[in-house]
């Protein structure tokens, strides 16, 4: 069971948007630690999406966005494409832990 | 360009030590806020950070783990190394290093394609 909470899976249909959540306490998103999202294709390593809550690193669309308030974290992907399908994960600092946390993962799939 | 690479072995027995090592490119581990980590995946599983390593040699390490792992760098060579002692079936993952680029942040931009590491006698 994760710290961070995340929904298996979502799905959406060409064209459309698809949102994933990720909740956590006040150990971690709700301490004002950071939040980043990363996309994983099989067989491949995590892929770096959003960073600081909001923020898309050099040549990630602008398709894909982050937001954050109180202790959940959400990551929008609009204009939903067949190469998105992948695992989503969120990340973030827990306080108790003293170490870096990730989510269980999202499986998005587009219909 | 930023590069990782992990090498180590593929396959370890149950109780041996699991010694990984991380070769960059690309950037320093001298530069003030610059930052390794070890982040393991098992098959079909999220994610779990193992440790970090900083710039100025301060060491982190999940908790959970803590009395397992040791790492270490050799800044001169671009490399990182983690030792995991006592391996079990369970430890089986693909391990990943990835490169975290400052201070008071904890996202990692550029990752290793990772290596799996199956635990079997």
């Known amino acids: 069971q994760s710290v961070l909470a995340q929904p298996p899976s979502v799905s959406g249909a060409p064209g459309q948007r698809a949102t994933i959540s990720c909740t956590g306490s006040s150990s971690n998103i709700g301490a004002g630690y950071d939040v980043q999202w990363y996309q994983q294709l099989p067989g491949t390593a995590p892929r770096l999406l959003i960073y600081g809550n909001t923020n898309r690193p050099s040549g990630v669309p602008d398709r894909f966005s982050g937001s954050k308030s109180g202790t959940s974290a959400s990551l929008a992907i609009t204009g939903l494409q067949a190469d998105d399908e992948a695992d989503y994960y969120c990340q973030s600092h827990d306080r108790s832990l003293s170490g870096v946390i990730f989510g269980g993962g999202t499986k998005l799939t587009v219909l | ?121």
């Open chain 2, 1 to 121: 360009q930023v590069t990782l690479m992990e090498s180590g072995p593929a396959l370890v027995k149950p109780t041996e030590t699991l010694t990984l090592t991380c070769t960059f490119s690309g950037f320093s581990l001298t530069n003030n806020g610059m930052r390794v980590n070890w982040i393991r995946q098992p098959p079909g599983k999220a994610p779990e950070w193992l440790a970090r390593i900083d710039w100025d040699d301060d060491e982190f390490y999940n908790a959970s783990l803590r009395t397992r792992l040791a790492i270490s760098k050799d800044a001169s060579k671009n490399l990182v190394v983690l030792k995991m002692t006592n391996m079990d079936p369970g430890d089986t993952a693909t391990y990943f290093c990835a490169r975290s680029p400052y201070s008071n942040s904890f996202y990692s931009d550029y990752w290793g394609p990772g290596i799996l590491v199956t635990v079997s006698s």
